[in-house]
């Protein structure tokens, strides 16, 4: 008896179809075996070695943030946590859902064969992932960045197929993950271009195509010599003058009397002397990021001589807020923030240490000299009970958590103080570190935080200290916060222009 129909033959469906495409991926490789690539055999087995965990775009990206522009430091973040994350998915999903083996090496001339072969199963390439998750991730924050980045990772993809240890689906299927892998990224980080601070309220501000009457004061300190040189490249007729920490406020009370824009090129103390002489002086501002954080300037979109260039050639300028705070006969203004607590101590003994041991292992000091303390450095009273408090800090516009990094402010004319507090208790470095992390919308009881437009503290004890705009002063009693709404007005590039 014999059935109908041949029950041993390959049902047709996705398995056939699936046959089909791995056999054209075969005859793929093997077309690749076969050609005469001459150009290649000293370069693609060498490149598709560096690629080898990573190194090759850990160094990449060593080299970009070696720049020192802020877009190339973000670049090469940006890649390598695109990296990452295409990586563990390669490692976790990728290579333990689909077995595959790897191709048969007898086309592959010898010449190009790896000396040492991969063990790990073909499907997807975690090279091409990685390669393709870098450049896609350098390319959404920096362009620029992007294209030189781009004929490395495309040289690496294809070198996985030259050197025999990849069939070309394994090469697409790991260069789209990695794509993948980077917009993914990017919807937990949003690029700076994707949060572009609002363009109001605009200020009518003279333009200067030349930069005849801008006054530039850069502060020598903040190793700021290439950045004005950039600058007078594009304002050949700006004036620019240099000096030393202690001159500072003297030049620039003096540029302000003679010029029609004021500019300052430094860290935050000195872009916060500006601020107030500007302030004072009923001139517009014009800001060079000259130190190590600049959070005003980039606030503002202002990353570089190149975008401070085109506003002050066009005239493109917008009002934002201030902030000042008096305390017993005491007053001063702030652009960025104010705080109270363990960070104003930081900051004095990051000072206190920085001569001996420089200033980044000045600041680790600190941290730990203050944090190590058994002492709470402020207290809160309210309806009668009276709290520990690590640390008050009141931005100068309210703060937004950028996906999972720090926050950064998108509108410098809101009206607004971001206060944040963090309780006391035991541990500060965890607390601090807790708030931190979980940022404004948290509900930890470690943190809090509110927008107000004026905050009074009433019975600091004397001594205390307070930090602003990277700048120490003692107060005590009374302190008074309050806005200037509107007041300060600043040249920055305006979107669509």
């Given at each position: 008896?014999?059935?109908?129909v041949?029950?041993?033959?390959?049902?047709?469906?996705?398995?056939?179809?699936?046959?089909?495409?791995?056999?054209?991926?075969?005859?793929?490789?093997?077309?690749?075996?076969?050609?005469n690539?001459?150009?290649?055999?000293?370069?693609?087995?060498?490149?598709?070695?560096?690629?080898?965990?990573?190194?090759?775009w850990?160094?990449?990206?060593?080299?970009?943030?070696?720049?020192?522009?802020?877009?190339?430091?973000?670049?090469?973040?940006r890649?390598?946590a695109?990296?990452?994350?295409?990586?563990?998915?390669?490692n976790t999903l990728?290579?333990?859902?689909?077995?595959?083996?790897?191709?048969?090496?007898?086309?592959?001339?010898?010449?190009?064969?790896?000396?040492?072969?991969?063990?790990?199963?073909s499907?997807?390439s975690?090279?091409?992932?990685?390669?393709?998750a870098?450049?896609t991730?350098?390319?959404?924050?920096?362009?620029?960045?992007g294209?030189?980045?781009?004929?490395?990772?495309?040289?690496?993809?294809?070198?996985?197929v030259?050197?025999?240890?990849?069939f070309?689906?394994?090469?697409l299927?790991?260069?789209?993950?990695?794509?993948?892998?980077?917009?993914?990224?990017?919807g937990?980080?949003?690029?700076?271009?994707?949060?572009?601070?609002?363009?109001?309220?605009?200020?009518?501000?003279p333009?200067?195509?030349?930069?005849?009457?801008?006054v530039?004061?850069?502060n020598?300190?903040?190793?700021t010599?290439?950045?004005v040189?950039a600058?007078?490249?594009?304002?050949?007729?700006?004036?620019?003058?240099e000096?030393?920490?202690t001159?500072?406020?003297?030049?620039?009370?003096?540029?302000?009397?003679?010029?029609?824009?004021?500019?300052?090129?430094?860290?935050?103390?000195?872009?916060?002397?500006?601020?107030?002489?500007?302030?004072?002086?009923?001139?517009p501002?014009?800001?060079?990021p000259?130190?190590?954080?600049?959070h005003?300037?980039?606030?503002?979109?202002?990353e570089?001589?190149?975008?401070?260039t085109?506003?002050?050639?066009?005239?493109?300028?917008?009002r934002?807020d201030?902030?000042r705070?008096?305390?017993?006969?005491?007053?001063?203004?702030?652009v960025?923030?104010?705080?109270?607590?363990?960070?104003?101590?930081?900051?004095r003994?990051?000072?206190?240490?920085?001569?001996?041991?420089?200033?980044?292992?000045?600041?680790?000091?600190?941290?730990?000299?203050?944090?190590?303390?058994?002492?709470?450095?402020?207290?809160?009273?309210?309806?009668?009970?009276?709290?520990?408090?690590?640390?008050?800090?009141?931005?100068?516009?309210?703060?937004?958590?950028?996906?999972?990094?720090p926050?950064?402010?998108?509108?410098?004319?809101?009206?607004?103080?971001?206060?944040?507090?963090v309780?006391?208790?035991?541990?500060?470095?965890?607390?601090?570190l807790?708030?931190?992390?979980?940022?404004?919308?948290?509900?930890?009881?470690?943190?809090?935080?509110?927008?107000?437009?004026?905050?009074?503290?009433?019975?600091?004890?004397?001594?205390t200290?307070?930090?602003y705009?990277?700048?120490?002063t003692?107060?005590?009693?009374?302190?008074?916060?309050?806005?200037?709404?509107?007041?300060?007005?600043?040249?920055?590039p305006?979107p669509?222009?």
């Open positions: 008896m014999s059935p109908d041949d029950l041993t033959a390959r049902r047709p469906g996705p398995r056939f179809l699936r046959d089909h495409l791995l056999a054209l991926d075969s005859r793929l490789f093997e077309f690749a075996a076969g050609r690539w001459p150009a290649a055999e000293p370069i693609l087995p060498r490149l598709s070695r560096s690629a080898n965990h990573g190194v090759l850990f160094a990449t990206a060593a080299a970009m943030a070696a720049s020192r522009t802020p877009r190339s430091r973000r670049a090469a973040a890649g390598l695109s990296l990452t994350l295409a990586s563990l998915t390669i990728g290579k333990r859902s689909v077995r595959r083996t790897r191709p048969v090496l007898e086309p592959v001339p010898l010449v190009r064969q790896l000396k040492r072969q991969p063990i790990t199963t499907f997807p975690g090279h091409s992932a990685s390669a393709a870098f450049a991730g350098v390319a959404l924050e920096s362009p620029a960045w294209a030189a980045v781009a004929p490395a990772a495309w040289s690496v993809a294809l070198s996985r030259y050197t025999g240890v990849h070309p689906s394994d090469v299927a790991g260069a789209a993950l990695g794509a993948g892998a980077a917009f993914a990224v990017r937990l980080v949003p690029t700076r271009a994707q949060v572009v601070p609002p363009a109001r309220p605009r200020a009518q501000v333009a200067l195509p030349d930069g005849e009457g801008l530039m004061v850069a020598t300190a903040s190793g010599a290439d950045r040189r600058l007078h490249d594009g304002l050949p007729l700006a004036e620019i003058v000096c030393e920490p001159d500072v406020r003297a030049e620039l009370e003096k540029a302000a009397a003679r010029a029609t824009v004021l500019g300052v090129c430094g860290g935050d103390g000195t872009v916060n002397a500006a601020a107030e002489i500007a302030l004072r002086h009923g001139v501002l014009a800001v060079l000259g130190g190590t954080l600049n005003f300037a980039y606030d503002l979109g202002v570089g001589a190149r975008d401070l085109r506003a002050v050639q066009q005239g493109e300028a917008v934002v201030a902030g705070f008096s305390s017993d006969g005491r007053e001063g203004v702030f960025n923030a104010c705080s109270l607590g363990v960070y104003p101590e930081l900051v003994e990051r000072e206190r240490w920085s001569r001996r041991v420089g200033g980044w292992p000045a600041g680790v000091v600190g941290a730990l000299r203050v944090l190590r303390a058994d002492r709470h450095p402020l207290e809160a009273g309210f309806r009668g009970r009276t709290r520990p408090l690590w640390l008050l800090f009141v931005g100068n516009g309210t703060y937004h958590r950028m996906g999972l990094t926050g950064r402010r998108t509108d410098l004319a809101d009206g607004q103080f971001d206060v944040r507090v309780h006391g208790g035991r541990r500060p470095a965890l607390r601090l807790a708030a931190a992390v979980a940022g404004p919308l948290t509900r930890s009881p470690a943190h809090a935080a509110v927008q107000v437009g004026r905050l009074h503290l009433s019975g600091v004890a004397p001594g200290l307070l930090a705009d990277g700048e120490v003692d107060v005590e009693g009374a302190v008074t916060l309050e806005k200037l709404p509107e007041a300060l007005t600043v040249y920055r305006l669509g222009n």
